[in-house]
């Protein structure tokens, strides 16, 4: 079988690879970790501005890190960043979610003792 195409170069590469298979523009999908940003911003891109993203953290300096990020990539607009547990995620999120990210561990260049436990 040819796998050329499937060269993820981590378990983050190897998450997008998955929900790029199965979610894609219109769609909605959730980041329960938004961090700083950077699995929003490739969800926000596969949906493109017809889709949404609902994106979950519980430190307001990811919220921040990932609105500034989705700003400069013009990806806001499709986007809702939200302060929040991504527990209660059902509060918030409207219509059929077709992917979920959950990127766990620390904030990168924050603090280490914040993490998801579950
Ligand atoms: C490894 S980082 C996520 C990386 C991020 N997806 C990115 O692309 O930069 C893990 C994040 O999970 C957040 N977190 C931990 N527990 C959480 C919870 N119960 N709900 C929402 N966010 C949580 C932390 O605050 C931290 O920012």
């Known amino acids: 079988m040819e796998r050329s195409w499937f060269r993820p170069r981590n378990a983050v590469g190897f ?11 219109g769609d909605t999908v959730v980041d329960a970790t938004c961090g700083n940003g950077r699995d929003t911003l490739f969800l ?3 949906v493109g501005p017809r889709g949404k993203v609902y994106a ?34 059902g509060r918030y ?4 979610v077709r992917a979920a990210m959950f990127n766990l561990g620390y904030l990168p260049g924050g603090s280490r003792e914040i993490i998801t436990i579950t």
């Open 56 to 89: 979950f953290d519980i430190q307001e300096q990811a919220i921040n890190n990932t609105r500034r990020l989705l700003q400069e990539h013009d990806c806001l607009e499709q986007t809702v960043v939200i302060l929040d547990d991504h527990r209660y995620m």
């Open 93 to 96: 999120i409207k219509g059929t």
């Open 15 to 25: 998450s997008h690879t998955l929900i790029g298979m199965i979610a894609g523009e």
């Open 44 to 46: 926000a891109r596969l």
